[in-house]
């Protein structure tokens, strides 16, 4: 049987596929309708079954940072696949790729790739419990870091979006062993260290969190949280665990580590491990955890921590990743963080004139848009927003031919090839769209 449209492509995945879906919010479970089943992309425009044009504000949820099939980046894959899909033995691009997030991260001094953020978290946490010989792990309320057991107890992203406390399916032992903080929160933070900071191996934080919309870190008394964590962590014997695999050099061109972590000053600070993922793999299967040489050690087959992956470092991967970061240079984060201002100036304009609560929060060249008032500073102010307004919002854009994320806790994504002239079609679609959210 051949279908065509995205309903009948729909229709038939619901059949095979768990909700249609190969994961959970591109089922549009909570905007409703039909998800486009999408054929081809280029630059920031997308294509669907139907042969409707999109404005994607999606990016592949981060990964497309220099727009959909980039020249540079296609060919490198081309070539790549031409000398071979995979090896499961040691090839030259692992190295290249590492080198180049080494030299960009400061207190990455070793890094092992995996392929997904998932696995890279879960990694990172492995290592973390092995060095400090601890099992309790700390996590933010909205903080999402994949769909690993023991991260997911009110986790943001499709968490959030679904509005569920955690996963079925996760053991009460594993729940146990994760404690759950409210993100922002230095005096709860202190309070656990002080009760129980003997048991905790490490905190985990998204260094910016991006997941239940974007939520930056605050200073306070001239300390900003991360730091913060860090010092916290650290004066109990437990590491700092920054996921950056979604703010990975897109915040900046070091991550949202070249935001808030100055290196090389006085003022220095550091996570003890860091997870990337998205931008690293420019579009294929790409994740990886690394940070302090000591800890990184601990893996085997020189230390005593298991973790392998038959396609870890593929060669289609660290090629993708390699002329995505090629292309990541100063320009292309003017270029972003440009695109980034206008299009929040577009969406605010349009929202304030049709008279729609809204707040806009950035983390480096990343944002998001909250429907209320006031800024969002935890995952409670971030369910607090109206939900039914983003709602009517999002179908009046798709229906004029922009693709948002299907979900009002989640990052926009702009990408290098969102040109003047496709925010100007996105300009175009947003009066219209801030008038149905007023409705
Ligand atoms: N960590 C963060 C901060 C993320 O945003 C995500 C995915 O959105 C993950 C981890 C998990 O990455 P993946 O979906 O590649 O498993």
């Given at each position: 049987?051949?279908?065509?449209?995205?309903?009948?492509l729909?229709?038939?995945?619901?059949?095979?596929?768990?909700?249609?879906?190969?994961?959970?919010?591109?089922?549009?479970?909570?905007?409703?309708?039909?998800?486009?089943?999408?054929?081809?992309?280029?630059?920031?425009?997308?294509?669907?079954?139907d042969?409707?044009?999109?404005?994607?504000?999606?990016?592949?949820?981060?990964?497309?940072?220099?727009?959909?099939?980039?020249?540079?980046?296609?060919?490198?894959?081309?070539?790549?696949?031409?000398?071979?899909?995979?090896?499961?033995?040691?090839?030259?691009?692992?190295?290249?790729?590492?080198?180049?997030?080494?030299?960009?991260?400061?207190?990455?001094?070793?890094?092992?790739?995996?392929?997904?953020?998932?696995?890279?978290?879960?990694?990172?946490?492995?290592?973390?419990?092995?060095?400090?010989?601890?099992d309790?792990?700390?996590?933010f309320?909205?903080?999402?870091?994949?769909?690993?057991?023991?991260?997911?107890?009110?986790?943001?992203?499709?968490?959030?979006?679904?509005?569920?406390?955690?996963?079925?399916?996760?053991?009460a032992?594993?729940?146990r062993?994760?404690?759950?903080?409210?993100?922002?929160?230095?005096?709860?933070?202190?309070?656990?260290?002080?009760?129980?900071g003997?048991?905790?191996?490490?905190?985990?934080?998204?260094?910016?969190?991006?997941?239940?919309?974007?939520?930056?870190?605050?200073?306070?008394?001239?300390?900003?949280?991360?730091?913060?964590?860090?010092?916290?962590?650290?004066?109990?014997?437990?590491?700092?665990?920054?996921?950056?695999?979604?703010?990975?050099?897109?915040?900046?061109?070091?991550?949202?580590?070249?935001v808030?972590?100055?290196t090389?000053?006085?003022?220095?600070?550091?996570?003890?491990?860091?997870?990337?993922?998205?931008?690293?793999g420019?579009?294929?299967?790409?994740?990886?955890?690394?940070?302090?040489?000591?800890?990184?050690?601990?893996?085997?087959?020189?230390?005593?921590?298991?973790?392998?992956?038959?396609?870890?470092g593929?060669?289609?991967?660290?090629?993708?990743?390699?002329?995505?970061?090629?292309?990541?240079d100063?320009?292309?984060?003017?270029?972003?963080?440009?695109?980034?201002?206008?299009?929040?100036?577009?969406?605010?304009?349009?929202?304030?004139?049709?008279?729609?609560?809204?707040?806009?929060?950035?983390?480096?060249?990343?944002?998001?848009?909250?429907?209320?008032?006031?800024?969002?500073?935890?995952?409670?102010?971030?369910?607090?927003?109206?939900?039914?307004?983003?709602?009517?919002?999002?179908?009046?854009?798709?229906d004029a031919?922009?693709?948002?994320?299907?979900?009002?806790?989640?990052?926009?994504?702009?990408?290098?090839?969102h040109?003047?002239?496709?925010?100007?079609?996105?300009?175009?679609?947003?009066?219209?769209a801030?008038?149905?959210?007023?409705?």
């Amino acid at each position: 049987m051949t279908s065509t449209s995205s309903a009948d492509l729909f229709a038939r995945a619901q059949q095979v596929i768990p909700s249609g879906v190969n994961s959970p919010v591109r089922a549009f479970g909570s905007v409703g309708g039909t998800p486009p089943f999408l054929t081809d992309a280029k630059g920031a425009l997308l294509h669907d079954a139907d042969g409707k044009e999109y404005v994607d504000l999606v990016g592949s949820w981060g990964p497309m940072i220099l727009g959909h099939a980039n020249e540079q980046v296609v060919e490198a894959v081309r070539e790549a696949a031409g000398r071979g899909l995979s090896f499961g033995a040691p090839q030259a691009g692992e190295v290249t790729l590492v080198e180049e997030v080494v030299s960009r991260v400061g207190p990455v001094e070793q890094l092992r790739l995996v392929n997904s953020g998932t696995e890279a978290t879960m990694s990172a946490l492995r290592v973390a419990r092995a060095a400090t010989e601890r099992d309790v792990i700390v996590k933010f309320a909205g903080c999402y870091h994949g769909h690993v057991d023991a991260l997911l107890a009110e986790a943001g992203s499709g968490v959030a979006t679904f509005a569920m406390p955690g996963s079925a399916g996760v053991t009460a032992s594993t729940a146990r062993d994760t404690v759950v903080l409210p993100y922002g929160d230095r005096d709860a933070v202190a309070a656990l260290f002080a009760e129980r900071g003997s048991e905790i191996a490490a905190i985990i934080t998204e260094a910016a969190p991006a997941n239940m919309g974007v939520v930056p870190p605050l200073e306070a008394d001239g300390i900003g949280f991360n730091r913060f964590l860090s010092e916290t962590a650290h004066a109990h014997g437990a590491l700092l665990i920054s996921d950056e695999v979604l703010t990975g050099f897109r915040a900046s061109r070091e991550g949202y580590y070249g935001v808030d972590g100055p290196t090389g000053t006085d003022d220095a600070w550091a996570p003890d491990l860091m997870t990337f993922g998205k931008v690293i793999g420019g579009g294929l299967p790409v994740g990886a955890f690394g940070g302090r040489k000591d800890l990184m050690g601990l893996l085997a087959p020189a230390g005593p921590v298991y973790q392998a992956g038959t396609l870890s470092g593929n060669p289609l991967a660290t090629a993708a990743g390699m002329a995505t970061f090629a292309g990541l240079d100063a320009a292309a984060y003017e270029t972003l963080g440009s695109a980034s201002r206008t299009l929040q100036q577009l969406v605010a304009d349009a929202l304030t004139t049709a008279g729609v609560p809204h707040v806009i929060q950035t983390a480096g060249t990343l944002f998001s848009v909250f429907f209320r008032e006031e800024p969002v500073t935890s995952y409670e102010d971030a369910k607090n927003q109206d939900t039914a307004a983003f709602t009517r919002f999002f179908h009046a854009m798709l229906d004029a031919g922009v693709y948002l994320p299907p979900s009002a806790f989640e990052a926009w994504f702009v990408s290098t090839a969102h040109t003047e002239s496709v925010l100007d079609r996105i300009a175009a679609a947003l009066p219209g769209a801030a008038k149905a959210a007023a409705s």
